[in-house]
Protein backbone atom coordinates (compact mmCIF):
# COMPACT_ATOMS: atom_id res chain seq x y z
CA UNK A 1 0.00 0.00 0.00
CA UNK A 2 2.55 2.49 0.93
CA UNK A 3 4.56 1.56 -2.26
CA UNK A 4 1.27 2.00 -4.86
CA UNK A 5 0.89 5.84 -2.73
CA UNK A 6 4.47 6.20 -3.22
CA UNK A 7 4.36 5.63 -6.76
CA UNK A 8 1.52 7.74 -7.06
CA UNK A 9 3.17 10.40 -5.38
CA UNK A 10 6.38 10.24 -8.45
CA UNK A 11 4.08 10.47 -10.95
CA UNK A 12 2.14 13.13 -9.97
CA UNK A 13 5.16 14.89 -9.22
CA UNK A 14 6.57 13.68 -12.41
CA UNK A 15 3.41 14.92 -14.49
CA UNK A 16 3.68 18.49 -12.85
CA UNK A 17 7.47 19.16 -13.92
CA UNK A 18 6.90 17.78 -17.05
CA UNK A 19 3.68 20.66 -17.31
CA UNK A 20 5.62 22.99 -15.96
CA UNK A 21 8.53 22.68 -18.29
CA UNK A 22 6.26 22.40 -21.07
CA UNK A 23 4.82 25.79 -20.13
CA UNK A 24 7.10 28.07 -19.04
CA UNK A 25 8.84 27.83 -23.15
CA UNK A 26 5.31 29.43 -24.08
CA UNK A 27 5.20 31.68 -21.64
CA UNK A 28 8.83 33.19 -21.98
CA UNK A 29 8.20 33.14 -25.83
CA UNK A 30 4.79 35.19 -25.27
CA UNK A 31 6.88 37.65 -22.97
CA UNK A 32 3.88 36.43 -19.93
CA UNK A 33 6.80 35.31 -17.92
CA UNK A 34 6.23 37.36 -14.40
CA UNK A 35 4.35 39.69 -16.40
CA UNK A 36 1.61 39.97 -13.44
CA UNK A 37 4.42 40.92 -10.90
CA UNK A 38 6.00 43.82 -13.40
CA UNK A 39 2.45 44.92 -14.47
CA UNK A 40 1.73 45.41 -10.22
CA UNK A 41 4.81 47.33 -9.18
CA UNK A 42 4.89 49.62 -12.10
CA UNK A 43 1.11 50.36 -11.67
CA UNK A 44 1.51 50.85 -8.09
CA UNK A 45 3.86 53.26 -8.97
CA UNK A 46 1.40 56.46 -9.91
CA UNK A 47 3.86 59.25 -8.68
CA UNK A 48 3.85 62.74 -10.15
CA UNK A 49 5.31 65.84 -9.61
CA UNK A 50 2.15 68.32 -9.09
CA UNK A 51 4.13 71.56 -8.61
CA UNK A 52 7.43 72.26 -10.14
CA UNK A 53 10.15 71.50 -8.10
CA UNK A 54 10.82 74.78 -5.64
CA UNK A 55 14.68 76.03 -4.66
CA UNK A 56 15.03 78.24 -1.97
CA UNK A 57 17.33 80.72 -1.98
CA UNK A 58 17.19 80.97 -5.67
CA UNK A 59 21.04 82.55 -5.27
CA UNK A 60 23.41 80.15 -2.60
CA UNK A 61 26.73 80.21 -1.52
CA UNK A 62 28.75 77.16 -2.34
CA UNK A 63 29.21 75.13 0.51
CA UNK A 64 25.59 76.40 1.79
CA UNK A 65 22.17 74.57 1.18
CA UNK A 66 19.44 75.03 -0.62
CA UNK A 67 16.39 74.23 0.22
CA UNK A 68 14.18 71.70 -2.65
CA UNK A 69 10.85 71.24 -2.35
CA UNK A 70 8.70 68.48 -4.48
CA UNK A 71 5.14 67.90 -4.62
CA UNK A 72 3.76 64.27 -5.14
CA UNK A 73 -0.42 63.19 -5.65
CA UNK A 74 -1.68 63.26 -1.72
CA UNK A 75 -2.93 59.71 -2.36
CA UNK A 76 0.97 58.70 -3.13
CA UNK A 77 2.86 60.98 -0.13
CA UNK A 78 2.13 58.34 2.51
CA UNK A 79 4.04 55.43 0.70
CA UNK A 80 6.90 56.41 -1.05
CA UNK A 81 10.59 56.82 0.49
CA UNK A 82 12.86 59.77 0.54
CA UNK A 83 12.86 61.53 -2.59
CA UNK A 84 16.29 61.98 -4.24
CA UNK A 85 17.48 64.65 -5.77
CA UNK A 86 20.63 65.36 -8.09
CA UNK A 87 21.40 68.91 -8.64
CA UNK A 88 24.39 69.68 -11.54
CA UNK A 89 26.18 72.71 -12.36
CA UNK A 90 25.73 74.02 -15.88
CA UNK A 91 28.99 72.35 -17.17
CA UNK A 92 28.37 69.56 -15.26
CA UNK A 93 31.80 69.56 -13.81
CA UNK A 94 30.46 69.16 -10.28
CA UNK A 95 27.13 68.25 -8.72
CA UNK A 96 25.50 67.75 -5.34
CA UNK A 97 23.06 64.73 -4.03
CA UNK A 98 20.94 64.41 -1.43
CA UNK A 99 17.74 63.01 -0.52
CA UNK A 100 14.42 65.19 1.21
CA UNK A 101 12.29 63.45 3.28
CA UNK A 102 9.78 65.82 5.01
CA UNK A 103 6.25 65.65 4.37
CA UNK A 104 3.83 68.80 4.91
CA UNK A 105 0.03 68.84 5.17
CA UNK A 106 -0.53 68.78 1.30
CA UNK A 107 1.84 65.64 0.31
CA UNK A 108 4.82 68.33 -0.50
CA UNK A 109 8.48 66.41 0.13
CA UNK A 110 11.07 68.76 1.51
CA UNK A 111 14.52 69.31 2.25
CA UNK A 112 18.28 70.70 2.29
CA UNK A 113 20.57 69.59 0.03
CA UNK A 114 24.05 70.86 1.06
CA UNK A 115 26.28 71.96 -2.09
CA UNK A 116 30.41 71.04 -2.37
CA UNK A 117 32.38 73.52 -1.12
CA UNK A 118 34.01 73.91 -4.39
CA UNK A 119 30.62 74.18 -6.49
CA UNK A 120 31.34 75.62 -9.57
CA UNK A 121 29.42 79.32 -9.89
CA UNK A 122 26.59 80.22 -12.22
CA UNK A 123 23.45 78.77 -13.04
CA UNK A 124 22.61 74.81 -11.71
CA UNK A 125 19.79 73.05 -12.04
CA UNK A 126 17.88 70.00 -10.93
CA UNK A 127 19.20 67.49 -12.95
CA UNK A 128 17.16 64.39 -11.56
CA UNK A 129 14.30 63.46 -9.28
CA UNK A 130 13.85 60.04 -8.38
CA UNK A 131 11.01 59.08 -5.97
CA UNK A 132 10.90 55.30 -5.35
CA UNK A 133 8.07 53.69 -3.90
CA UNK A 134 8.38 50.66 -0.96
CA UNK A 135 8.23 47.99 -3.69
CA UNK A 136 11.25 49.44 -4.83
CA UNK A 137 9.78 50.57 -8.31
CA UNK A 138 11.39 53.84 -9.51
CA UNK A 139 9.61 57.15 -11.35
CA UNK A 140 12.43 59.34 -12.54
CA UNK A 141 12.02 62.98 -13.78
CA UNK A 142 14.36 65.21 -15.89
CA UNK A 143 15.67 68.57 -16.49
CA UNK A 144 14.52 69.73 -19.74
CA UNK A 145 11.91 66.85 -19.87
CA UNK A 146 9.65 67.15 -16.88
CA UNK A 147 11.89 69.60 -14.16
CA UNK A 148 12.74 73.14 -15.15
CA UNK A 149 14.19 74.54 -12.39
CA UNK A 150 17.24 76.21 -11.91
CA UNK A 151 19.11 78.31 -8.98
CA UNK A 152 22.78 80.41 -8.79
CA UNK A 153 25.62 79.28 -7.26
CA UNK A 154 27.53 82.87 -6.10
Not at 43 to 60: D, K, R
Not at 87 to 97: D, I, N, R, V
Amino acid sequence: MQRHVLILGIVVLAGFLLWSFGALPNQLKQNKLGASIESGITESLSAEIILPVLLEPLQVKAGHEIKVTVGVSLDDAPIFLPIDIYLESSTGLTFAKGSITDIDGEGRRFGSISLPEDAEPGIWKVKTVEITNTQGAIASYSYGTNIFSTFTVE
